[in-house]
């Protein structure tokens, strides 16, 4: 596609509930990363993976959190038991090989009642 | 280690000024250095980066950094602002020593709001 897409854009749910959010890099691309955009802050990172291998989750805050991107494309995070304390923009980025840049979906806004 | 402070959580400018959003960064080897905008219910966009090189680095809408190892300093610039400028200012670094996850440190962000 023409750039990182990202989906749903909002995202309303109760707490226990789980929820899946996907992300949609630009072809091509190797690498694709997760962050967590507080209000106020920076992204943060969570995840990371090269083609389909999850090359480092240092950043994912504890288990309820997990990623996967089977066929080196599409990447879906999902949290387990959503906690209010989750409620955050969740922003994709990918990357091609040998270069820093970073090209940013446009985020999902997850919101925990 | 590596780590980015942008301490200005706002800057406001007359439209027409030149502007300066300030990044410092601090890093165990050697920095790349990288400048991101956020306009409102985008996504983060590239604006220029530093690798090697040139210490002033030019990049897209006519924005420049400087870079300044003795300051550990990488400052946004633009000669003459436009209201279009407004928005959100992000500053990241990577440790160049860090390997190939090529993972950035974002900073806090900086809000750019440039007055008719």
């Known amino acids: 596609g023409a750039g990182v897409s990202q989906s749903p854009r909002y995202k309303v749910t109760k707490r226990g509930q789980d929820v899946a959010l996907r992300c949609d890099p630009i072809s091509g691309h190797v690498s694709l990363y997760w962050y967590r955009q507080a209000l106020g802050q920076g992204p943060e990172f969570l995840t990371y993976?090269?083609?389909?291998?999850?090359?480092?989750k240092s950043g994912l805050p504890n288990d309820r959190f997990s990623a996967e991107r089977p066929e080196g494309s599409i990447s879906t995070l999902t949290i387990q038991r959503t906690e209010q304390r989750d409620s955050a923009m969740y922003r994709c980025?990918?990357?091609?090989?040998?270069?820093?840049?970073?090209?940013f979906g446009p985020g999902t806004r997850l919101t925990v009642l | 280690a590596q780590s980015v402070a942008q301490p200005e959580d706002q800057v406001n400018v007359a439209e027409g000024n030149p502007l300066t959003v300030k990044c410092t960064y601090s890093v165990s080897g050697n920095p790349y250095l990288f400048w991101y905008v956020q306009y409102p219910n985008r996504g983060l966009q590239f604006l220029l980066k530093?690798?090697?090189?040139?210490?002033l680095v030019k990049g897209s809408y006519g924005f420049e950094a400087e870079f300044n190892k003795s300051q550990t300093s990488f400052h946004l610039k633009k000669p003459s602002a436009l209201v279009s400028d407004s928005a959100l200012y992000f500053c990241a670094v990577r440790d160049i020593t860090s390997g190939g996850s090529y993972i950035p440190t974002f900073g806090r962000g900086t809000s750019l709001i440039v007055h008719p």
């Open positions: 993976f090269n083609y389909e291998a999850q090359q480092d």
């Open positions: 530093y690798i090697t090189g040139d210490n």
């Open positions: 980025a990918s990357r091609t090989g040998g270069t820093d840049t970073q090209y």
